[in-house]
């Protein structure tokens, strides 16, 4: 993941605190706070920041489940290809 990624997430994660938590692969979106309607917000941010069109069949609840789960499908969409660090 890289920081873009990380920091474009934060404001749709309305239940991670006043100190905020530390975004990782596992990071449950869903737990910290993007429903439904935040995951539409959150997919045009992406398209918009990263230049990307996320394909229909992956905007689905197991895309958006997780910060690595999300960053896997728009890593895949990159000029670079899936090898976008999923881990990091």
């Known amino acids: 993941m890289d920081s873009r990624f990380t920091e474009l997430l934060r404001p749709f ?3 991670a605190g006043p100190d905020g938590v530390e975004i990782t ?3 449950d979106l869903r737990r910290l706070g993007v429903d439904s309607m935040q995951a539409i917000e959150l997919l045009f ?3 918009d920041t990263f230049g990307i069109s996320l ?3 992956e905007l689905n609840d197991t895309t ?3 910060a690595g789960s ?5 890593a ?3 000029p670079d290809g899936p ?6």
């Open 13 to 15: 994660l309305k239940n």
């Open 25 to 27: 692969p596992d990071t």
């Open 45 to 47: 941010s992406v398209e």
């Open 55 to 57: 394909p229909d069949e």
């Open 64 to 66: 958006f489940a997780t």
């Open 70 to 74: 999300l960053w896997r499908v728009i």
């Open 76 to 78: 895949a969409q990159l």
């Open 83 to 88: 090898a976008g660090q999923v881990g990091a």
